[in-house]
Nanobody, 125 residues
Framework: QVQLVESGGGLVQAGGSLRLSCAAS????????VGWFRQAPGKEREFVFA???????YYADAVKGRFTISRDNAKNTVYLEMNSLKPEDTAVYYC???????????????????WGQGTQVTVSS
């Protein structure tokens, strides 16, 4: 089982930027997809971005052109770069690792077996 720890959240004004980090321990996750999800108060958790073990990226329409994802396998870390932030981006952001290695398509939310504790992102207007 991999343990994931998110960091980098905080309070930012609309239009600002933040970079979230997801650090893994317990096993290397270079051969696993990693995803970012978010949950706003009173709403369901939603998919934001994911990166496969080959580096293929998948994203939600709501963040297209504003967020990007990257991974540094040597550091066992995945990053979510968030630009042009909007108040509606306010949420707790979670990273998650796929249960299965070498998956060559976007995992479903149920396929993500390891989750971090989340980091709060608050965007003020």
């Amino acid at each position: 089982q991999v343990q994931l720890v998110e960091s980098g959240g905080g309070l930012v004004q609309a239009g600002g930027s933040l970079r979230l980090s997801c650090a893994a321990s317990g096993r290397t996750f270079g051969t696993y997809a990693v995803g970012w999800f978010r949950q706003a108060p009173g709403k369901e958790r939603e998919f934001v971005f994911a990166i496969s073990w080959t580096g293929t990226k998948y994203y939600a329409d709501a963040v297209k052109g504003r967020f990007t994802i990257s991974r540094d396998n040597a550091k066992n870390t995945v990053y979510l770069e968030m630009n042009s932030l909007k108040p509606e981006d306010t949420a707790v952001y979670y990273c998650a690792a796929d249960r299965k290695s070498y998956r060559d398509y976007l995992p479903s939310e149920a396929d993500f077996g390891s989750w971090g504790q989340g980091t709060q992102v608050t965007v003020s207007s």
